[in-house]
C-alpha cells in the first residue's frame, strides 16, 4: 500500500460500503426446491453463501433480504419436511446464474437439473452440490442469515466455480 489509509464511516457514504463490499470475492450459490402443486422449483441465488461454519453438525450459512419473495417459498417447503437443494454454480453458469435470479415464471427453463424425493432441486455442472434442512434463521439488519444443515453432499473437483466480485460475475484463473 502506498500513502496513508484512508477509512470512510459506512453511514456517511452508503455507496462506500456497497463498494466495499462488492471487493470480497465469494462464490454464488442456487437454493432451490420443488414445491408441491408448482410447475417447476422455486429458486434464489445467493452470493453471501458461506461453508465450514459447522462440523458438528454440519453446517452452512447465506444471508437473505427481507424483501426476498423466494425465500418464504423456499422455507415452506423446508418446514413442511422437504429438503433444499444447493448449487455452488460453475464457471459456466454465467447466463444461469442471471436466468435464475430473474423474475421470470419459470427460471428453470432450459436449465439442466435434478428434483430429489426430497424436493431439493440442483443444477447440473456445478462443483459442488448440498441437499440441507433449515438449522435456523434470525435477523442481521435488513437481512435474515439463514444455517443450513447438510445431510447429503456431492462435487466435481475438477469444475471450476463461478465468483461474484466486484458487482459482476468472475472466474478463477487456471490454475
Known amino acids: 500500500m502506498t500513502g496513508p489509509l484512508t477509512l470512510t464511516a459506512p453511514d456517511a457514504d452508503p455507496t462506500a460500503l456497497r463498494t466495499t463490499f462488492a471487493l470480497f470475492p465469494s462464490g454464488v450459490a442456487a437454493i432451490s426446491a ?14 453471501s453463501f458461506q461453508v465450514g461454519i459447522s462440523l458438528d453438525p454440519p453446517l452452512v450459512l447465506f444471508a437473505v ?3 426476498s419473495t423466494s425465500w418464504p417459498k423456499l422455507r415452506a417447503a423446508a418446514e ?23 423474475r421470470a415464471a419459470d427460471r428453470f427453463a432450459g436449465v439442466e437439473s435434478t428434483t430429489t424425493g426430497s424436493g431439493a432441486t440442483f443444477v447440473h455442472g456445478a462443483p459442488v452440490w448440498l441437499e440441507c434442512s433449515v438449522h435456523s434463521q434470525f435477523p ?9 444443515q447438510v445431510h447429503a453432499l456431492g462435487g466435481a473437483p475438477d469444475t471450476e466455480p463461478l465468483v461474484w466480485h466486484s458487482s459482476g460475475f468472475r472466474t478463477l484463473s487456471p490454475r
Not at 34 to 47: D, F, I, K, N, T
Open 34 to 47: 420443488r414445491l408441491p402443486g408448482e410447475p417447476g422449483p422455486a429458486v434464489l441465488v445467493a452470493s
Open 65 to 67: 433480504q427481507h424483501t
Open 80 to 102: 413442511a419436511g422437504g429438503r433444499l437443494g444447493v448449487s455452488v454454480l460453475g464457471e459456466a453458469h454465467d447466463l444461469t446464474a442471471r436466468q435464475l435470479a430473474s
Open 140 to 148: 442481521a439488519g435488513d437481512h435474515d442469515v439463514v444455517l443450513l
